[in-house]
């Protein structure tokens, strides 16, 4: 044949059956002689382009039907005919040993595009579902990611679950944190210095807003493209992905470079999760995207603003945890399995998953302001979350506290958590935001970090949705405010928090995503005419 694939494929009998055909096929008995004394058909060749698959430990099943119809001339004997007819039948009979993948099933040279090198045919409906049905091969996502704060990596996962449960098999869904599994050093230390930044603000803030003007962190990608490339596109063709979702700012330049070098862009359906709900780096914005997924109508204006379409821009919400669509038990329920008190209000303190900001001062202020002097009884109690600061779970427990008082570790079912209580207490991340507001929890923010979630205070506050505040006595004033004579302001946050909630939003990228690839994995149905 005249153009082979261009990736070396295991041979099978559908492969040796194409191999045997196409020789009989243009075989000179088969041609009418001109008399310059060559045939005077052409025959057209055949090749696999952009095969991107590679074959699984278990057959993967493609049902398709691969017809190939040639426009003949009157020189063409009907016995050429016949072997097309034989031709299309055992491609149809066989097809589905044929790993397509990607595969572009084409007639004619590769360089011509598709066009008989004699001008007699050319490829029709291209891109056009195969007689309407599409592969069954399973898709493969890739989800890029950094652990540079839990937000990310919790945005990942959501998305994951969300797939396996919308399409189980369909799909297979990977994360990488690309910068720290497939960067040399010093790239690879990404985490680490992130975390070292934000524990000095100034610097943090110097980085973040230094790197803002689009003339900087272009020019700074364009220098690092040149150190990591080559690893970065290894670690991409690793996963051979038809979805790519960047859930992190620093996730779109390099891979869409790379992208792009390789051809792969129509091939590849490339999107956006913003995991920042109002204030959000530039880098989050790229013209080159197939869809930029915005949790908000006000990071959607930046998406606009930053030079992408309107139609490459859906405003759905941040994407949570399946679960938390999911009804949870009563709260009376969900307060006995916790081990607290059924009949008191509670409220939930978070310190994230690493436990940080003031969580002891905040404990200590509301044990003293949700216990009454006069009645000698608790108002309310405090469920604590520490998350992995074990030092931090083992001085609360060590307290004589006045009021119900349960200290948690790292837990893996937040809904169940928040379900349990009337309120929380939280730094200004995104996630806990949207998950508070889907459970209809008024939120007290206690702290945020420069940059990204600066914008995260005014969303809650100015939406009626719960109260800023960095000292612990003023907070804890708050919280028994609202379990006493302020409890009309606590129901009225907790319903303009339910409005604000996006639930479904993880169901809605999923399905978006599912419709984009099943446009694009077609597998096509040429025809060459006279």
């Given at each position: 044949m005249q153009n082979p694939s261009a990736v070396a494929q295991e041979p099978g009998p559908a492969f040796d059956l194409v191999t045997q055909l196409s020789h009989i096929a243009f075989n000179k008995s088969f041609y009418g002689s001109n008399s310059d004394g060559f045939g005077s058909f052409k025959p057209n060749s055949m090749y696999f382009s952009g095969f991107r698959g590679s074959v699984s430990h278990k057959r993967l099943r493609v049902t398709a039907a691969a017809s190939l119809s040639l426009g003949a001339r009157n020189s063409v004997s009907s016995s050429f005919r016949r072997l097309v007819n034989e031709f299309n039948r055992a491609i149809t009979f066989h097809c589905d040993r044929i790993p397509l993948g990607f595969a572009s099933f084409r007639v004619g040279s590769e360089d011509s595009n598709g066009v008989r090198e004699d001008g007699g045919g050319v490829v029709e409906a291209e891109g056009l579902p195969l007689?309407?049905?599409?592969?069954?091969?399973?898709?493969?996502?890739?989800?890029?990611?950094?652990?540079?704060?839990?937000?990310?990596?919790?945005?990942?996962?959501?998305?994951?679950?969300?797939?396996?449960?919308?399409?189980?098999?369909?799909?297979?869904?990977?994360?990488?944190?690309?910068?720290?599994?497939?960067?040399?050093?010093?790239?690879?230390?990404?985490?680490?210095?992130?975390?070292?930044?934000?524990?000095?603000?100034?610097?943090?803030?110097?980085?973040?807003?230094?790197?803002?003007?689009?003339?900087?962190?272009?020019?700074?990608?364009?220098?690092?493209?040149?150190?990591?490339?080559?690893?970065?596109?290894?670690?991409?063709?690793?996963?051979?992905?038809?979805?790519?979702?960047?859930?992190?700012?620093?996730?779109?330049?390099v891979p869409l470079r790379i992208l792009r070098a390789k051809g792969l862009l129509k091939k590849i359906v490339f999107t956006t999760v913003v995991t920042d709900l109002s204030t959000c780096h530039p880098t989050w914005f790229h013209k080159l995207v197939t869809r930029c997924y915005c949790p908000t109508a006000e990071v959607a204006k930046r998406a606009l603003k930053a030079g992408l379409q309107p139609s490459q821009i859906k405003v759905y919400g941040l994407p949570v945890r399946p679960s938390f669509v999911k009804p949870v038990q009563p709260k009376i329920e969900l307060r006995r399995e916790l081990g607290m008190d059924e009949g008191l209000h509670a409220v939930l303190l978070m310190g994230g998953g690493e436990g940080m900001g003031p969580i002891e001062a905040t404990a200590r202020a509301l044990g003293n302001a949700l216990y009454d002097e006069n009645l000698g009884e608790p108002i309310g109690q405090i469920l604590v979350i520490c998350g992995r600061n074990k030092k931090l779970a083992s001085k609360l427990l060590s307290i004589d506290w006045k009021i119900p008082v349960q200290v948690k570790g790292f837990v893996n079912k937040m809904e169940e958590c928040m379900g349990a209580c009337d309120c929380i207490i939280t730094k200004a991340g995104p996630g806990t935001i949207a998950e508070a507001m889907i459970r209809g929890l008024p939120i007290i923010l206690n702290g945020y970090i420069a940059g990204q979630e600066v914008g995260n205070v005014p969303y809650v506050v100015d939406n009626g949705c719960g109260k800023f505040s960095k000292s612990p006595k003023e907070i804890a004033n708050i919280v028994a405010e609202w379990f006493g004579p302020k409890a009309d302001e606590l129901k009225a946050m907790s319903e303009n928090a339910l409005k604000l909630a996006r639930p479904d939003a993880v169901f809605k990228i999923v399905h978006d995503l599912h419709e984009l690839v099943r446009q694009r994995n077609f597998v096509p149905q040429f025809s060459c005419t006279t």
């Amino acid at each position: 044949m005249q153009n082979p694939s261009a990736v070396a494929q295991e041979p099978g009998p559908a492969f040796d059956l194409v191999t045997q055909l196409s020789h009989i096929a243009f075989n000179k008995s088969f041609y009418g002689s001109n008399s310059d004394g060559f045939g005077s058909f052409k025959p057209n060749s055949m090749y696999f382009s952009g095969f991107r698959g590679s074959v699984s430990h278990k057959r993967l099943r493609v049902t398709a039907a691969a017809s190939l119809s040639l426009g003949a001339r009157n020189s063409v004997s009907s016995s050429f005919r016949r072997l097309v007819n034989e031709f299309n039948r055992a491609i149809t009979f066989h097809c589905d040993r044929i790993p397509l993948g990607f595969a572009s099933f084409r007639v004619g040279s590769e360089d011509s595009n598709g066009v008989r090198e004699d001008g007699g045919g050319v490829v029709e409906a291209e891109g056009l579902p195969l007689n309407g049905v599409e592969t069954e091969t399973p898709k493969k996502v890739l989800i890029l990611m950094s652990d540079t704060g839990g937000g990310h990596r919790a945005s990942a996962e959501a998305i994951k679950a969300a797939f396996i449960e919308e399409f189980g098999d369909d799909y297979q869904v990977f994360v990488t944190d690309l910068w720290s599994d497939h960067t040399p050093w010093p790239f690879n230390q990404l985490p680490k210095s992130y975390n070292f930044l934000v524990k000095h603000g100034s610097l943090w803030r110097m980085t973040y807003y230094g790197t803002a003007p689009r003339v900087i962190h272009q020019s700074n990608f364009a220098a690092t493209s040149t150190f990591i490339a080559r690893e970065v596109a290894k670690g991409l063709m690793k996963y051979q992905p038809d979805i790519i979702i960047s859930v992190h700012p620093l996730m779109q330049h390099v891979p869409l470079r790379i992208l792009r070098a390789k051809g792969l862009l129509k091939k590849i359906v490339f999107t956006t999760v913003v995991t920042d709900l109002s204030t959000c780096h530039p880098t989050w914005f790229h013209k080159l995207v197939t869809r930029c997924y915005c949790p908000t109508a006000e990071v959607a204006k930046r998406a606009l603003k930053a030079g992408l379409q309107p139609s490459q821009i859906k405003v759905y919400g941040l994407p949570v945890r399946p679960s938390f669509v999911k009804p949870v038990q009563p709260k009376i329920e969900l307060r006995r399995e916790l081990g607290m008190d059924e009949g008191l209000h509670a409220v939930l303190l978070m310190g994230g998953g690493e436990g940080m900001g003031p969580i002891e001062a905040t404990a200590r202020a509301l044990g003293n302001a949700l216990y009454d002097e006069n009645l000698g009884e608790p108002i309310g109690q405090i469920l604590v979350i520490c998350g992995r600061n074990k030092k931090l779970a083992s001085k609360l427990l060590s307290i004589d506290w006045k009021i119900p008082v349960q200290v948690k570790g790292f837990v893996n079912k937040m809904e169940e958590c928040m379900g349990a209580c009337d309120c929380i207490i939280t730094k200004a991340g995104p996630g806990t935001i949207a998950e508070a507001m889907i459970r209809g929890l008024p939120i007290i923010l206690n702290g945020y970090i420069a940059g990204q979630e600066v914008g995260n205070v005014p969303y809650v506050v100015d939406n009626g949705c719960g109260k800023f505040s960095k000292s612990p006595k003023e907070i804890a004033n708050i919280v028994a405010e609202w379990f006493g004579p302020k409890a009309d302001e606590l129901k009225a946050m907790s319903e303009n928090a339910l409005k604000l909630a996006r639930p479904d939003a993880v169901f809605k990228i999923v399905h978006d995503l599912h419709e984009l690839v099943r446009q694009r994995n077609f597998v096509p149905q040429f025809s060459c005419t006279t």
